[in-house]
């Protein structure tokens, strides 16, 4: 399989340089580790947000580091949780005083090196309180490869948005980690696959799919999913994705929802927007208000063909939050 890369072992360090080169204003490398940070960081007497976890998943995590979102991300090796080491070096240059959130999505070795390293930065700083959230908005699937419960997925990036927004008004500590645990209390995303992902150090595809297969529920490491099945049309598709989303999150009837298509970091665009056109009829259909719609590569599973669809129910005070400005090199909200 062709791919535009040098040496594998090179992977991540290239490509974290690459990204600094590209938003110097915006991001910078924690020397000597896989971490970036807000190119302000600290910001001194706000919450900090931050979050990581294995490359592949571009622009997720660090993608949204600036400010409005994400002050801090680790990057692990390709699907590997960052050592708690590299966690412990990220809270430490993100500590501004206010207290440091962590964003963790549920797979066992995020959630094991993030407590361990939130750990080891409080023994190094007395004054430093760390919050948590762990983010499991995938309703396809419970206790899978990688995971006790569910997976977390492409809902974290309304995790992000809110939790920074809520740090960058003033709000304390506690009061970001509620405002980021409604949205996981209220979000739900199910994704399927087209084909697999290819790893750079192996070069071939990670599962085996056939030329007519797909499949449902998938995770975005290539986790199996729920069923594999024929191919099926993009109406198909996106209605067996919104409704196990509609009835996991069951919003009120005529409630507001932000939503999400996703693409999985190999499907155009133009299919994006085909599967996002069914989802708005079927949202329609349950008396639901599109408040707000993205539709993107929001968090990848590196060249893998697929999509996701995320549905968050809304109050006012998440609407405020995900309203606010926030500027980040992947995801710009002006006033």
């Known amino acids: ?195 697999s992902c290819i790893t750079p150090e192996k070069g071939e595809e990670t599962f085996d799919l056939g030329e007519d297969e797909i499949e449902l529920g998938i995770g975005i490491h290539g986790e199996p999913g729920t069923e594999r099945t024929e191919a099926m049309s993009a109406d198909a598709v996106a209605d067996h994705l919104t409704e196990a989303v509609l009835e996991d999150v069951d919003p009120a009837d005529g409630a507001e929802v932000a939503m999400i298509v996703n693409g999985m970091g190999g499907t155009p665009l133009s299919e994006l927007f085909i599967v996002n056109r069914r989802v708005q009829e079927l949202l329609d259909e349950r008396g639901l208000q599109t408040w707000d719609a993205w539709v993107g590569d929001y968090m990848t599973s590196l060249d893998m063909c697929g999509c996701s669809v995320t549905v968050l129910e809304l109050d006012d005070e998440t609407k405020e939050l995900l309203a606010a400005p926030a500027d980040t090199p992947a995801l710009t909200v002006t006033d």
Do not use: W
């Open 1 to 195: 399989m062709k791919k535009l890369i040098n040496e594998p072992d090179a992977y991540v360090d290239e490509m974290l340089r690459g990204m600094v080169a590209a938003y110097p204003q915006q991001v910078r490398r924690v020397e000597g580790t896989d971490v970036l940070v807000r190119a302000d960081a600290p910001v001194d007497g706000e919450v900090s947000i931050v979050s990581g976890g294995g490359s592949g998943h571009e622009p997720t995590h660090a993608g949204y580091l600036g400010e409005g979102m994400l002050d801090g991300a680790a990057a692990g090796e390709v699907f590997t949780s960052p050592t708690a080491d590299q966690l412990e070096e990220m809270i430490t240059a993100c500590n501004g005083g206010a207290g440091v959130l962590m964003v963790i999505k549920n797979y066992e070795g995020d959630v094991m090196n993030f407590e361990t390293a939130g750990e080891m930065a409080g023994m190094e700083a007395d004054d430093l309180d760390i919050a948590q959230v762990v983010v499991n908005d995938d309703v396809a699937v419970e206790d899978s490869l990688y995971t006790s419960g569910r997976r977390g997925v492409c809902g974290t990036i309304f995790v992000h948005k809110a939790a920074g927004a809520a740090a960058a008004r003033g709000d304390d500590l506690e009061e970001v980690r509620q405002a980021a645990q409604t949205v996981v209390d209220n979000v739900g995303t199910m994704g399927m696959a087209l084909t």
